[in-house]
C-alpha cells in the first residue's frame, strides 16, 4: 500500500500550493492564481520528470520544511535557499531523492523571497475550477499551509527530463519592470508620467500576492474619481488615491476602478516575485512596435 | 465603441452606456461560439467596457471592430433566474427613506423588477445587477461593514448584488437568500454570470 503523502513540519511565514492557475475565469470575478515566479515553478517541476502543470509550493521569505511518507524525488528552486534532507545539505536547483519518513528543509534564501518545492507526481490536493493553486485574494484552492498539516502526492510520471544547467537567478538588486503605457495614462499628467520613470520607488513591505507595493512619489494626476470598475489585467500599474503604483500580480481583483497608468507584459514579471521589500524599483517605458508606416519615415 | 490597448495582448473597449456593453458582450460570445473570433483568454464585460486578453493581435482586432456592426443585446429566452429573498435586512428602512416610500413599497418595486447581470468582480460570483431606474440610485454606507453576511442582498449606486460569502462591505443591505451563489463543483459555479436575467421573489419575513 502507498501513502503518498507529505506532513508539513515548518510551515514557513507564507508557503503555499500553486500550478499555473486558473485564468479563463475572470468574467466571474476569480483570479487567475497560479505561481508568481513562472520560470522557477516550471523548472522544479521539470527537474523531477512533472508536466509543468503538476502542483508545487511557493515558500515565502523563511522556506519550509517537510517530511515525505515514502521515498520521493524533489527538486527546489526559485529564490536559492539552503536545501538539507534530515539535517544533510543536499544540493539546490537539481533533483534530490528524499527517503521514506526524512524531513526536507528548504530555509531562508540567500537572496530572493520566493522558492519552489516541486515533488514527483506533485501535490495532488483537490482541483477548484481546473486548478490546484491557492488563491490568497478570493480564497479559493487549499489554505496557506500550517505546521502538521498533511498533503497528498500524485504518482510519479517517469524519469526526470535530463538538465544539464540549471539557470542560478542573480539577485534582485533592482527590480526593473518595463512597462507599456495606458489603458489610463491620460488620467496623469505629463509631470506625474514622468515621475513614473524617473521616480526613486522601493518595494513596499506592505507587498502579497495580490500586488506588488511601492513607496516613492506620487504621481500626479490630471483627472480626479475614480473609473467605473473595469477589467484589470495580470501586470497593471494601477494607481490608488496616494499616487504610488501598485503592480498587480497573480491574486489580483479581476475589476477595479483605479486608473491603470502601465502595464508590465507577463514575461518580465518573475523578478517581482523575487523583489524582498527595500528593493529599488525602476519603471522603463517601452515603445509601441512602430507601424509600418512610422518606419518608412 | 473606443477600443485602448492594455499590454501587449489586451484591449480594453470603451463604450457609452451599460446597454452597449450588453450587447457588445453578446456579440462577442457569439462570434466566440462560432469561430469568427481570434482565440481569446478572457472576456471581461464591467460598467463601461469590455475588456479582452490573451489576443495574439490586439491591433488586429482593433482594425477588425471598426468593420462590426453590432446589434442590440438579443432578448434572453432562457428562463430567468429567481433568488428568493427576506427582505429583512437592516438598511430596509434607511433605503426605503432614500426612495421616499415605505419598506413594503421598496421591496414591491425591488421583486417587481428585472434584472440584468452587468458583470462580475469583487468575489468569485459576485454579480453586478442593473435594472432599477436611476431615481432608486443609492449611495454605498458611510462605514463599511467589516463582515456582511452570506446571501445578503444589497444595494449600491446602479447596482444590486448578493454577496457570495461573508465579507467586508459597504452596500446598503435590504434582505437575505439562501441561494448559493458560488459552487465551484456546479457548471458554471457562479449562479450569476454575465447576461443572465434575474428576478428577486420575495418570501414572508417572520417578524
Avoid at chain 1, 539546490?92 to 523571497?113: E, I, M, Q, S, Y
Avoid at chain 1, 475550477?129 to 497528498?152: H, K
Avoid at chain 1, 507577463?266 to 512602430?290: C, D, H, M, W, Y
Wanted: charge should be neutral; proline fraction near 12%.
Amino acid at each position: 500500500m502507498t501513502d503518498r503523502a507529505l506532513a508539513v513540519v515548518r510551515a514557513g511565514a507564507l508557503t503555499t500550493v500553486q500550478d499555473l492557475g486558473r485564468p479563463g475565469h475572470a468574467h466571474l470575478g476569480v483570479p487567475r492564481a497560479g505561481a508568481l515566479d513562472g520560470p522557477a515553478h516550471r523548472l522544479a517541476n521539470r527537474l523531477v520528470g512533472n508536466p509543468e502543470t503538476a502542483a508545487t509550493l511557493e515558500t515565502t521569505l523563511t522556506g519550509c520544511a517537510v517530511r515525505v511518507r515514502t521515498a520521493t524525488t524533489v527538486a527546489v528552486t526559485g529564490a536559492p535557499c539552503p536545501v538539507t534532507v534530515d539535517g544533510r545539505p543536499a544540493p539546490w536547483g537539481a533533483p534530490v531523492r528524499v527517503p521514506a519518513g526524512a524531513v526536507l528543509d528548504a530555509g531562508t534564501p540567500v537572496h530572493g523571497l520566493r522558492s519552489h518545492l516541486a515533488f514527483a507526481g506533485g501535490i495532488a490536493t483537490e482541483q477548484v475550477l481546473g486548478s490546484r493553486a491557492a488563491d490568497l485574494l478570493s480564497g479559493l484552492g487549499p489554505a496557506p499551509l500550517t505546521d502538521g498539516a498533511v498533503l497528498p502526492l500524485g504518482d510519479p510520471y517517469g524519469p526526470p527530463a535530463a538538465a544539464d544547467a540549471v539557470p542560478h537567478p542573480g539577485p534582485v538588486t533592482e527590480l526593473c519592470l518595463p512597462f507599456l503605457p495606458g489603458p489610463r495614462d491620460a488620467w496623469f499628467t505629463g509631470a506625474g508620467l514622468r515621475t513614473l520613470t524617473t521616480g526613486r520607488f522601493r518595494v513596499s513591505a506592505a507587498s502579497n500576492r495580490i500586488g506588488l507595493r511601492t513607496e516613492g512619489p506620487p504621481l500626479e494626476r490630471a483627472r480626479t474619481g475614480e473609473l467605473p470598475s473595469e477589467g484589470m489585467p495580470l501586470g497593471a500599474l494601477q494607481v490608488p488615491p496616494n499616487g504610488l503604483p501598485v503592480l498587480f500580480l497573480h491574486d489580483h481583483p479581476t475589476t477595479g476602478g483605479y486608473p491603470v497608468v502601465g502595464v508590465v507584459p507577463e514575461r518580465f514579471l518573475a523578478p517581482a516575485a523575487q523583489a524582498v521589500p527595500g528593493t529599488p524599483v525602476r519603471f522603463v517605458r517601452l515603445g509601441r512596435r512602430p507601424d509600418r508606416a512610422a518606419h518608412s519615415q | 465603441m473606443r477600443p485602448l490597448p492594455v499590454g501587449e495582448h489586451g484591449l480594453l473597449i470603451e463604450l457609452d452606456s451599460a446597454e452597449e456593453v450588453g450587447a457588445l458582450h453578446a456579440e462577442l460570445l457569439r462570434r466566440a461560439a462560432d469561430g469568427t473570433l481570434p482565440p481569446v483568454g478572457e472576456i471581461v464585460p464591467a460598467a463601461r467596457t469590455v475588456f479582452l486578453d490573451g489576443l495574439a493581435d490586439p491591433r488586429g482586432l482593433i482594425a477588425e471592430l471598426a468593420t462590426w456592426h453590432v446589434p442590440p443585446r438579443p432578448a434572453d429566452d432562457r428562463p430567468a433566474v429567481e433568488i428568493p429573498v427576506r427582505y429583512d435586512g437592516p438598511d430596509l428602512a434607511d433605503v426605503a427613506a432614500l426612495w421616499d416610500t415605505t419598506p413594503e413599497e421598496v421591496v414591491r418595486r425591488h421583486s417587481g423588477t428585472t434584472f440584468h447581470v452587468a458583470f462580475c468582480g469583487f468575489a468569485p460570483g459576485f454579480g453586478y445587477l442593473t435594472g432599477l431606474p436611476e431615481p432608486l440610485h443609492v449611495p454605498r454606507r458611510d462605514t463599511p461593514r467589516t463582515k456582511v453576511p452570506v446571501g445578503s442582498v444589497a444595494l449600491a449606486g446602479p447596482y444590486t448584488g448578493v454577496y457570495p460569502r461573508s465579507s467586508p462591505g459597504g452596500w446598503q443591505l435590504i434582505g437575505t437568500t439562501d441561494a448559493v451563489l458560488w459552487d465551484p463543483r456546479r457548471e458554471p459555479a457562479a449562479l450569476l454570470t454575465p447576461g443572465t436575467r434575474v428576478h428577486f421573489v420575495p418570501l414572508e419575513t417572520a417578524r
